[in-house]
């Protein structure tokens, strides 16, 4: 490691979603002591950090992200005592904890809101954003909500509570109210509640949508998606006017000089926003997810699927790296519990499915920064085969489908597009071996496991030295070993090439070449004075062919040379 170079610079991080990972008590759930039984196998894959979407006490209503309590575990997920036990296991095998923080929003059954929506004066009314209804308008009644701004999950973003006649606001489901980062008193609750993890042994956060948390107080109207609709909030409550001042307030209160790795998860966050948000001297966050490169095949929505051009996304990865070349630092990442399967997405998850997945793999994770693998990813697992709506369990997947259908929609076309968008796509129960339910469970998966388990799990892919997760166990294994992978200069070739995605690295004499093949088919590549060079990986074996470069379908390389 680099002096002075923070440790996660050579970080691979493996996030774990307990619901869909391992169940240890037959519940068809997944828990803490099922991750504990499978440390082991995230050691050998070699990931340094393990981050853990929600665990903590919650009504489930969008999965763990509607907390109602901070400081405790989901009773279904285990208790604190199994919770200590993860933290010392993992610490022991050279793996750190980062936890979700969801702090934007809590549950409406969180006992600050229970608090806040008991009376008008309550000492914590203005832990949330409460207001009357739009002047001159009746409550309850269309458009008197305080402002037309549409939510994530369908519908308006405000919900009226009957017994005060005041609505509050809520981003995402009404059961999600958001919290008034305003309030110092919030701000300061939400810091003790950090440390106090932190006292626990937690090396670090992953911040849910941190950077909404500043809304434009004024609370003005977005610009309609259509006459008389909904109106899109996104420039109110976008990075707002005091997103820096807290996250800086929060660097200074919570982590000062520990050790920790903070990533802030900020849909639309723009690449100069983000020079600002992890810039070493700001101290505010250490990187941050943006979405340009999963947004690439989309339209007016998430639902408005367009078809990927690979151009698209060496444009946005090119300005990204580049961007964060000299100041702050880039995530890296295909996957999360919010997007559908890369394979089945950027790939082919039909008969090319692993030599497309170790592609996408390699591609990424020689570029600068920090790659995140989430479950499942090592495994080339795909999106599922859902047939109706009844498959779906997750609430943004299942209110798109009413309202679409309500607004007059085809439902088979909305069906096509939740089939290949929905976020159930990545929360499909793990395929840990052939055995029943993948091993999963010995019960009834909350979410049914994908029938191609037989031939994609873990047991099969550890046993096949070709498999997806020893070509990720390698990828990790070169960021440890070759400096150049964590900290080398970023040059992005072939920019306009619809097919092939190559650029190099270097870094001290070192310099490596990448190249992934984005199609079925073979495709040369014009790259003078590197065919007969080290191949230091690859996805396919060697062509022994030194004169030039053909790379076969979904093939990647990675050469290696001193200069
Ligand atoms: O996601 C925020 C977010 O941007 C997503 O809602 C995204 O817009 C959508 O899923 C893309 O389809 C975070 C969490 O990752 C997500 O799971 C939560 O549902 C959400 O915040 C609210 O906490």
Request: a negative charge; proline letters at 8%.
């Amino acid at each position: 490691m680099r002096v002075n170079e923070p440790w996660w610079k050579t970080a691979v991080v493996y996030q774990i979603y307990p619901r869909s990972f391992a169940d240890s008590n037959g519940d068809g759930m997944g828990d803490l002591p099922g991750v504990i039984g499978r440390l082991d196998y995230l050691q050998r894959l070699g990931v340094d950090v393990l981050w853990l979407s929600p665990v903590y006490p919650s009504p489930q209503d969008d999965n763990g992200y509607d907390i109602s309590d901070y400081q405790g575990i989901e009773p279904v997920f285990g208790s604190l005592d199994d919770f200590d036990i993860l933290v010392r296991e993992a610490h022991a095998r050279g793996m750190r904890i980062v936890m979700d923080l969801v702090v934007n929003h809590t549950s409406d059954e969180h006992p600050w809101f229970v608090e806040s929506r008991s009376s008008k004066d309550n000492p914590k009314r203005d832990w949330y954003w409460w207001r009357p209804p739009r002047p001159g308008m009746q409550a309850g009644h269309p458009g008197a909500e305080p402002t037309n701004w549409a939510s994530f999950f369908s519908g308006p973003t405000w919900e009226l509570d009957p017994a005060t006649g005041e609505y509050y606001l809520h981003l995402f489901s009404r059961k999600q109210p958001d919290l008034n980062w305003e309030n110092p008193e919030v701000r300061q609750a939400i810091y003790a509640m950090m440390r106090w993890w932190l006292g626990r042994g937690v090396d670090g956060f992953r911040m849910d949508v941190i950077n909404m948390i500043s809304k434009d107080t004024s609370l003005p109207d977005g610009v309609p998606f259509a006459a008389g609709g909904l109106g899109n909030g996104w420039p109110h409550f976008v990075c707002g006017p005091r997103n820096h001042e807290f996250l800086a307030e929060m660097n200074r209160e919570v982590f000062g000089d520990r050790p920790l790795l903070t990533v802030g998860e900020m849909p639309g966050v723009t690449l100069e926003q983000a020079v600002e948000f992890t810039a070493p001297e700001r101290r505010e966050v250490d990187m941050v997810f943006q979405f340009e490169h999963v947004n690439l095949d989309q339209g007016a929505s998430k639902w408005d699927i367009r078809p990927f051009h690979l151009r698209d996304l060496k444009a946005t990865f090119g300005r990204w790296q580049a961007g964060l070349a000299e100041v702050g630092w880039n995530s890296l990442y295909w996957n999360n519990h919010d997007q559908p399967r890369v394979v089945s997405r950027y790939g082919d998850d039909g008969p090319c499915r692993v030599k497309s997945a170790t592609m996408l793999g390699t591609v990424l994770h020689l570029h600068r920064g920090t790659p995140y693998v989430y479950q499942g990813e090592e495994l080339g697992m795909t999106n599922a085969p859902f047939t109706g709506i009844d498959d779906f369990r997750d609430i943004e997947s299942v209110n798109h489908y009413k309202e679409a259908v309500t607004a007059g929609q085809d439902p088979a076309a909305v069906l096509a597009a939740l089939r290949f968008m929905s976020r159930d796509n990545a929360r499909t129960p793990m395929q840990w071996d052939d055995s029943p339910n993948a091993g999963f469970t010995t019960g009834t998966p909350w979410l049914a496991v994908n029938p191609n388990y037989k031939d994609i799990n873990a047991a099969a892919a550890v046993a096949d030295p070709d498999s997806v997760f020893h070509h990720y166990r390698k990828l990790i294994e070169l960021r440890h070993t070759e400096p150049v992978v964590a900290h080398g200069d970023f040059t992005m070739l072939l920019p306009n090439d619809e097919h092939v995605y190559a650029f190099t690295r270097s870094l001290a004499g070192v310099e490596l070449l990448t190249l992934g093949n984005f199609t079925g088919r073979s495709i040369p590549v014009d790259l003078p004075g590197w065919a007969g060079e080290k191949l230091i990986l690859g996805n396919y074996p060697p062509d022994g062919n030194d004169g030039g470069i053909v790379l076969r379908p979904w093939e990647a390389r990675v050469y290696r040379r001193t200069v």
